[in-house]
């Protein structure tokens, strides 16, 4: 079993990722092998909507989410994790689910994945990144898990947490129970819920 934590944070070992951490350590706790992945650190070009995917089933941008795209396929869970800039998540983390529309093509599809969410932030915004992130798994047909969502300005705040630390935590074991259930979606193809020309 594998769980893979897509960071979508530019600061390294800040709020988001402390308590992607401990998410990660409780299903490594029991058993699952977990990666943490910072955007941050990898060449991931936005989306130039060229629409290749949608007749070949791949991405012709090459850079650094063609290997991202192994790892979101190989796991069997996907915990994201953001801090909130401007009332939503980052900039990286919208580039990231930009590019996932080419893992509904050619036989790719986040279906029957487990998903689960981190949030930080310093006031308004929580609700809305954690919205736009549970909306995204719904519409790939992912399996939604709980979500962690904290308050914190300062780097490390949130290990004075502890509640939210254990929380954290569970929720890690609560995506190695989840995926343990094998449920599956029944046609394993991404929902379209606004129909119009592009749905046809």
Known sequence: MKILGLSFSPREKGNTELLMEEVLAGAGGLGAETELCRAVEKDIRPCDACGSCFTTGECPIEDDMQDLYGKMLEADGILFGTPVYFYNMTAQGKCVIDRTIALN????????????????????????????????????????????????SNKGDVKDFDKCMKASS????????????KFTYPDGKANYIAYGTHTF
């Open 170 to 181: 569970e929720l890690g074991r609560q995506m190695v129970k989840i995926i343990e259930k």
């Open 105 to 152: 093509h050619g036989g790719k599809s986040l279906s029957s994945k487990v998903g689960a969410v981190v949030a930080v932030a310093g006031s308004l915004g929580l609700v809305d990144a954690l919205k736009d992130l549970y909306f995204y798994m719904v519409t790939r047909q992912m399996l939604p898990a709980s979500f962690i969502a904290a308050y914190g």
